[in-house]
């Protein structure tokens, strides 16, 4: 981007003043920032602001925000609600170009926290500043090395990645998930909380132009402008997917959308016009926007909906094809060569699902080549288009020895591949799950979640076609 | 049980005869069941049989079920599919009166395989012998210290508990599921595989007498006899909860059930209706015969449908909500009391949902107390029927302090509570999951599994009260 985004004033500031508590060791606050600007590290000058403390972490505290000597980009506002107001206007007269207001109290609580809200806006319109907030935990930025997360996370880094997330609560941020856990990697979190100002589709854009971020998750409660969010989502929805997850269908949820984040939900089937006409894929669980961008961002697009599987089990077969069914994919047909092919192998396997579980005790540990063997023919298959294998993570079938089958999988990944297992000990799924992801393969923990992540790449690919 | 039922050769045999492969440290076979047989232990007679061996881990291994000198009350059966109708008729003349055909290459591979289960069949009623099977793993008596299961699991005793499965697929089994690492423990498990003689309903009417049992989980592909299953599970569902996964909803999938157990799916709207007319509680996911299960092992059953939560985030809110609505729940609409007390204890909180979020900041580490407290006022308040409690496991609120949480709690359990939790570390949940169940209160690794387990509780008990 040659031109600054009135969102680089939030993303890669040159300073940033955090105004509130900003002692050390506390679970809250500045003190937390600081800790991690300092471990990302971030390159800008921190200015703590506080009257009560002459220095913090090693770094000299002001009593106000008028007596910082240098320029302020960005200020993170965590003082009570009542002081907000007073302190956005001192951040104008500074000079202030971008606010994170985490301070609750504002239009989440009603009429009179709408009032307050709307003082807000005024403020910053007057001084040309811009506001994330009120009710938010803010934003990273993990390659600038930026966070305004005031909240402790118990972990150091946070993996860096090319998932980006936009979402009007906080639980997505690194105090509400394990991204050290993860094995893929974040980009960019925006929490936008009472969405005063800067919203879902200014969000969007800007990551649009991001080259780092390749895949898009949001949580949304509502949408502020429909007309501006669906031409932004419509074009960036052509160059890199985003998946949303829109909460508040039933009425009773609607009610609880108010009062979280003062926002009116909307009529539920009007968001699913939205979505299908710009290409955003819905999900309906919290963990959806980690889990299906995992598929995305480890595997290739399908070219059609035509499931391979590939199991051990025949009761997890037909499971697997009612899920099938539910997330628009079909039992791929496979061709005669594909069951030539397998028949080769074992006179049972020649159809789809192939069920290695009968052969098992045949197979004995060298169950691993003849897994590989039976990938390799649906790689190859012009008439399978996505594959779900089935494994079996167990004491004697020890994850160690997928190893090599996860390699040669991967080499010859031309298809999107999910996995599933089911094994004796959770550690062995576990263990399993790292060593098939450092492959780029993506495990999930249970199987109507690896269908549902095909799925929604499923959908995602028709919808890019749609459009060639 | 005064009279001895026919399932007690099965579960609860003097002798077992293991016929096939029997030798010590192979991952499949008579070695396997041996092992767990000494473990349990078993206090019965063993009696291995293979023509090429003398001796396995130190019992005496017989060519053949005719040399062995005592009475065999079961007989299992690991042979190629060639020799099982010899094998059975010597079972016959030998006088055992249960065998499990651990064997495939019946009914499950086609026309050829369905011929060969019907010899079976006949050779079985010519000796008044029981099958159950082909193609599959047999039984489990978890108190008896009976196995069959010939697969190698990796761990030693499977917890005892109150949980009894019927399935018709071996991946309920202990060589498929790490029942170590949960929380609540097994009684008995039946595989019945290609269920040729005894069936699903022959063991529901034994589980109904079975004192141990509490609480029954089936996995069906069909139903043999349905008017028989109708009168049986009507009977057996007033006394302790049945949940069923029953597969093979598409066409597709209808097709793979015939090559899975050779049997016919049916018509799903049948299969619905008859759910509904017996009061079995019907789920859609493989881990939901465990995860709703445990909500039944370890809470009441709710007076009504109206759901309190208590969280800490307003996304989880309103996801909660819809998925409450999802599962026959509504959201609770709490007494003027209970509105007063959660006020006293912060202006924000009197309302449901309870969000404790916005106040964890003021509160502290001691947002443990608050959490009993706010449970404590929803388990006194008449107009909450269930609870929903979402906990946030952090390396700042850790899992330790919720110990004297969940034990306070406990002792007032009047009504079922379940709980999920988010958090910084996948292991900090797995700790919190533990600690949380070691008192009774069911953790979820997600919130809709949560508020589904809730949800069939509430089903069951709306058919329960329908009855009394």
Not at 62 to 87: D, H
Request: proline share 4%; hydrophobic share 40%.
């Amino acid at each position: 981007m040659s031109k600054r985004h009135f969102l680089d004033h939030f993303l890669n500031p040159k300073s940033i003043a955090l105004i509130g508590t900003v002692k050390e060791g506390w679970f809250f606050g500045g003190g937390v920032i600081i800790k991690d600007l300092f471990t990302f590290p971030y390159k800008g000058t921190i200015y703590p602001i506080n009257p009560s403390l002459k220095e913090t972490m090693g770094i000299k505290v002001f009593p106000n925000i008028k007596e910082v000597p240098g320029r302020i980009e960005l200020a993170v506002i965590m003082t009570s609600y009542k002081y907000v107001p007073q302190v956005m206007r001192e951040c104008g007269e500074k000079g202030v170009k971008a606010v994170v207001v985490v301070s609750d109290g504002f239009g989440e609580i009603g009429a009179e926290g709408r009032k307050r809200q709307d003082e807000l806006v005024e403020i910053a319109r007057s001084f040309k500043m811009r506001i994330i907030g009120p009710n938010t935990v803010g934003v990273v930025d993990n390659i600038k090395g930026v966070s305004t997360i005031p909240y402790e996370k118990g972990y150091d880094a946070i993996k860096k990645g090319s998932l980006s997330i936009i979402s009007q609560t906080g639980i997505y941020g690194p105090q509400a998930l394990p991204f050290d856990d993860y094995t893929f990697g974040i980009n960019k979190i925006f929490d936008l909380g009472n969405m005063c100002d800067v919203n879902e589709t200014d969000c969007l854009e800007y990551l649009e132009e991001d080259e780092d971020t390749k895949v898009i998750s949001m949580y949304i409660e509502n949408i502020k402008k429909g007309r501006a969010f669906i031409d932004v989502a419509k074009r960036v929805s052509k160059k890199k997917p985003v998946l949303c997850l829109k909460s508040g269908k039933s009425a009773d949820a609607a009610r609880a959308v108010a009062s979280h984040t003062g926002s009116m939900a909307g009529d539920d089937m009007i968001y699913d016009g939205i979505f299908k006409q710009t290409g955003v894929v819905r999900v309906d669980e919290y963990e959806d926007l980690l889990d299906c961008a995992k598929a995305f961002i480890y595997q290739p697009l399908p070219k059609g909906n035509r499931l391979g599987i590939i199991t051990l089990s025949g009761a997890n077969s037909i499971l697997t094809i009612d899920d099938a069914k539910r997330h628009g994919l079909v039992l791929a047909d496979i061709s005669e060569e594909s069951k030539r092919q397998l028949n080769q192998i074992n006179p049972l396997l020649g159809r789809n699902p192939v069920d290695l579980g009968p052969a098992t005790a045949a197979f004995g540990l060298e169950i691993f080549n003849f897994y590989t063997r039976c990938i390799d023919i649906f790689m190859q298959d012009n008439n399978v288009d996505s594959i779900f294998v089935v494994l079996y993570a167990t004491s004697i079938l020890r994850p160690e020895y997928y190893r090599e089958a996860f390699k040669a999988v991967s080499k010859k990944n031309t298809k999107p591949i999910v996995i599933w297992s089911y094994g004796t000990k959770e550690r062995y799924n576990r263990e399993l799950a790292l060593i098939a992801e450092g492959y780029s393969i993506p495990h999930y923990i249970t199987s109507p979640k690896a269908i549902k992540a095909l799925g929604c790449m499923t959908k995602y690919a028709r919808w890019i076609d749609s459009r060639a």
